[in-house]
């Protein structure tokens, strides 16, 4: 079998492969598999947790059921599951211990929740019937957006799910307000013949579902890991002195990005810690002023006021604060002109610390303005 015969499905983190007997296979692939989780408790034994299991279905729509079949069933099984309509069909992608941290993250009871059910191991025939209602799923989301678009409704259709069987689908929508999709709803059963069920979801859900490379290098945190989407604002971005720049601080779904509230709270906490230094302080040798501060090494630069010179002098909070103490009982602190300078270090992106032309091959000039004739070879 060439690479050429395999197909990687990302949706789904999987990949399908046609055997040289003709034989269609499909195996389960960790490497493109969003929101996964990384099981550090396989092997561990659950008796509670034995019959429970983790499954899979396409982006980041997963789920906990129970193992009723009596089959023995492993992690990268293709499985076959309860729906509320007809079966579903999905990868087992979590088993053992690690399934009562996923209950307890989502606030799921283990004795009290009704868990759907794991039928059997998919057969060859569940297998084509899902690749068949896969290939139906491109095709079916651009007619579904031409409907939408032609009833005038304003919303998006960002994905469109089939359920294991081709019996059902999820339309996922994006809208800012309420949409009355009743008519919709009616022409999609007309026009597809299946069951409707829409679902509308977020901008960051979409930018999850969809998947992508952010300005870090990595893959989305939103179709790494992440499950509950919590408000950004600007606040967060202001008290780490971001620039507030739109292009910068947006992703790629058009709202903040997720990873400016990671930092916010430590930085937080350090201005907490940072004098306020509303006033000149007071010297021996004359009054500084603060002209700017690094929150999370504790240290503000100082420089007197009545020098010409823009010499800066970093100085801990500890020390200003001693100063700050002084001042209040009316002595002056010490100088700190016996301070290390502060070296102004221009910041350089990597393309720019050279020119982007110097490998291009410049003609140079002779010196005034006229061509060098060729000698001619001696024979």
């Known amino acids: 079998m060439t690479k050429k015969d395999i197909v990687f499905d990302c949706h789904r983190g999987c990949q399908t492969s046609v055997e040289t007997d003709g034989q269609f296979s499909c195996s389960y692939n960790p490497r493109c598999c969003k929101r996964g989780v990384f099981d550090w408790l396989q092997g561990i034994p659950d008796d509670e947790m034995e019959n429970l299991f983790e499954v899979r279905f396409k982006n980041t729509r997963k789920g906990i059921y129970l193992n009723t079949s009596g089959q023995i069933i492993r992690q990268g099984d293709l499985v076959v599951t309860e729906a509320q309509n007809g079966c579903d069909v999905g990868f087992i992608t979590l088993s053992g211990a ?6 307890k993250r989502n606030k799921i009871e283990h004795n ?9 191991k998919a057969k060859p025939q569940d297998i084509l019937k899902w690749q068949e209602a896969i290939a139906r799923e491109h095709k079916t989301m651009i007619r579904a957006r031409e409907i939408a678009e032609k009833l005038g409704l304003e919303m998006k259709i960002g994905d469109v799910e089939f359920q294991g069987d081709g019996t059902k689908a999820i339309f996922y929508y994006i809208a800012d307000g309420r949409v009355d999709f009743r008519q919709l709803i009616k022409d999609f059963a007309e026009e597809f013949h299946i069951r409707i069920e829409m679902k509308q979801i977020g901008a960051r859900q979409e930018a999850g ?4 490379i952010g300005v870090c290098g990595q893959p989305l945190c939103c179709s790494r890991y992440m499950h509950n989407f919590q408000s950004i604002t600007t606040a967060a971005a202001r008290c780490q002195d971001l620039s507030l720049n739109p292009q910068k601080l947006a992703g790629q779904c058009g709202k903040l990005k997720c990873c400016i509230n990671y930092e916010a709270p430590v930085y937080l906490d350090a201005k907490e810690k940072m004098p306020r230094l509303t006033e000149y302080l007071h010297l ?53 002109s ?19 032309t110097r490998f291009d091959d410049i003609k140079k000039k002779r010196r005034g303005g006229k061509p060098r004739h060729k000698q001619p070879k001696k024979k």
């Open 284 to 336: 021996e040798d004359g009054d500084v002023k603060a002209i700017k501060s690094d929150v999370l090494k504790g240290i503000i630069w100082l420089c007197y006021v009545d020098r010409d010179s823009d010499e800066a002098y970093p100085i801990t909070i500890d020390k200003i604060a001693e100063i700050q103490e002084l001042n209040r009982s009316g002595k002056k602190g010490a100088s700190i």
């Open 98 to 103: 690690m399934i009562a941290h996923q209950l």
């Open 338 to 356: 016996g301070a290390k300078k502060d070296k102004v270090i221009d910041f350089k992106s990597a393309a720019g610390e050279d020119s982007i």
């Open 209 to 212: 579902l969809i998947g992508g």
């Open 112 to 120: 009290s929740y009704e868990f759907k059910r794991i039928y059997r």
